[in-house]
């Protein structure tokens, strides 16, 4: 679950990290009010669940509060990268003299947590790691021990020569930690960290994913989400108990398990086609879980041919089968159906199935080879 800026800024500062004060408002006077409040120049950002809104033009420096509300006014209601922005921060801007990167993310080699730090800082952190991938320093961080003494001395100085400001280093890399690993995060980012010219470090940004498989242990985190901000299929997946992430191709998938549902899509990637979706419907049996299933996917207009790649084990084949027929009837489905199900009941599967328009497929081959032939029309 992503959050937003304004309350990734609020954990950050309860753990201690050096955040300037903000006010987070909806209209253009408010941010008159907030800006007279903290005092100028103050920077207007766009809140919204994308990186790079710098570059979009969704954050602003203004010198007074009239040009605050100005600021404000331009951004509130812009698109960036196709999401709305309803409001923006205003906060107390800092003067810049120099600006670092700082991330913590989970190392899948390690299995462990990882910092990432860079000196080049402000910029898109990936673009650093395939252009100067010397400017990353990453350091895993054994949990039981938690981040020691010589790997925060050895991050400062990697980030600058000065005493003064390696010194307020050691508590950041600590409390960025801390954050990250008491939250649940998948991500906590400061980008950038910046050192005023009086010598003073701040986070003047911040990025926090939480870990949805941890979400239970932070109800009071539930509210942070922003539904309006998600991709409508994924928020009705979850609503339906599916576990879906919307792709950029045109093969739908409906599949039952995480591990059938990756190996299709890797077939469909195999024989040169895209899959529209990952989609597991799970290990039970009920219909309705199909019909949900069915009525995300033709929601994308994308989707050309639909692949239902069924294993019954647990998962009766004639339960999807009756979910499949239903399904087409109740939305009236004009998408080819490429329908392979063996395992339990595929026999009683295949007599539902039999004389209507759906494509029978033996094997899963056959079925991804179908599927993509009716995509290409
Ligand atoms: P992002 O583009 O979505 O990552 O948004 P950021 O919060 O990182 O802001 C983008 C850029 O705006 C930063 O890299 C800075 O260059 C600039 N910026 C943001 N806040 C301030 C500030 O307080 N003072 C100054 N001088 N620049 C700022
Ligand atoms: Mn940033």
């Given at each position: 679950m992503k959050i937003h800026e304004a309350d990734a800024r609020v954990i950050f500062a309860k753990y201690g990290l050096p955040v300037p004060p903000s006010r987070l408002v909806t209209k253009a006077a408010e941010a008159k009010g907030a800006a007279e409040e903290l005092g100028c120049p103050v920077v207007v950002k766009a809140q919204v669940l994308v990186g790079g809104r710098g570059k979009a033009g969704g954050v602003k420096l203004a010198k007074d509060p009239a040009e605050a509300a100005e600021k404000?006014?331009?951004?509130?209601?812009?698109?960036?990268?196709?999401?709305?922005?309803?409001?923006?921060?205003?906060?107390?801007?800092?003067?810049?003299?120099?600006?670092?990167?700082?991330?913590?993310?989970?190392?899948?080699?390690?299995?462990?947590?990882?910092?990432?730090?860079?000196?080049?800082?402000?910029?898109?952190?990936?673009?650093?790691?395939?252009?100067?991938?010397?400017?990353?320093?990453?350091?895993?961080?054994?949990?039981?021990?938690?981040l020691l003494p010589f790997q925060v001395r050895k991050m400062a100085a990697f980030l600058t020569g000065e005493k003064e400001v390696a010194k307020q280093l050691g508590p950041v890399f600590r409390s960025l930690y801390r954050a990250f690993m008491e939250v649940d995060a998948s991500l906590a980012e400061i980008n950038p960290l910046v050192v005023s010219p009086d010598g003073k470090v701040w986070a003047i940004d911040a990025k926090i994913n939480i870990d949805d498989n941890g979400l239970y242990r932070h109800v009071d985190m539930e509210g942070l989400r922003d539904d309006s901000e998600e991709d409508p299929g994924e928020v009705e997946a979850r609503e339906a108990d599916l576990s879906f992430v919307k792709l950029d191709?045109?093969?739908?998938?409906?599949?039952?398990?995480?591990?059938?549902?990756?190996?299709?899509?890797?077939?469909?990637?195999?024989?040169?086609?895209?899959?529209?979706?990952?989609?597991?419907?799970?290990?039970?049996?009920?219909?309705?879980?199909?019909?949900?299933?069915?009525?995300?996917?033709?929601?994308?207009?994308?989707?050309?041919?639909?692949?239902?790649?069924?294993?019954?084990?647990?998962?009766?084949?004639d339960d999807v089968a009756n979910g499949l027929l239903q399904a087409k009837k109740d939305l009236d489905l004009d998408i080819p159906l490429v329908v392979r199900l063996i395992g339990t009941n595929e026999e009683e599967a295949r007599k539902l199935l039999e004389g209507t328009e759906l494509v029978p497929a033996a094997t899963m081959d056959e079925g991804v080879k179908k599927a993509i032939a009716i995509a290409n029309g």
């Open positions: 404000a006014k331009a951004i509130l209601g812009m698109d960036i990268k196709g999401l709305t922005v309803e409001k923006v921060l205003v906060a107390k801007a800092v003067d810049i003299s120099s600006e670092f990167y700082v991330g913590m993310l989970f190392d899948r080699v390690s299995r462990k947590p990882l910092m990432m730090i860079s000196p080049a800082g402000g910029i898109d952190i990936e673009e650093v790691a395939r252009s100067t991938p010397e400017k990353i320093m990453k350091v895993v961080i054994d949990p039981s021990a938690g191709g045109n093969i739908g998938c409906i599949v039952n398990g995480a591990g059938l549902a990756m190996a299709t899509m890797d077939m469909i990637k195999h024989y040169g086609a895209r899959p529209a979706n990952f989609l597991d419907i799970g290990g039970s049996s009920n219909p309705g879980k199909v019909l949900s299933a069915m009525k995300i996917i033709v929601r994308d207009k994308n989707v050309k041919a639909i692949l239902i790649n069924i294993f019954g084990g647990i998962t009766r084949c």
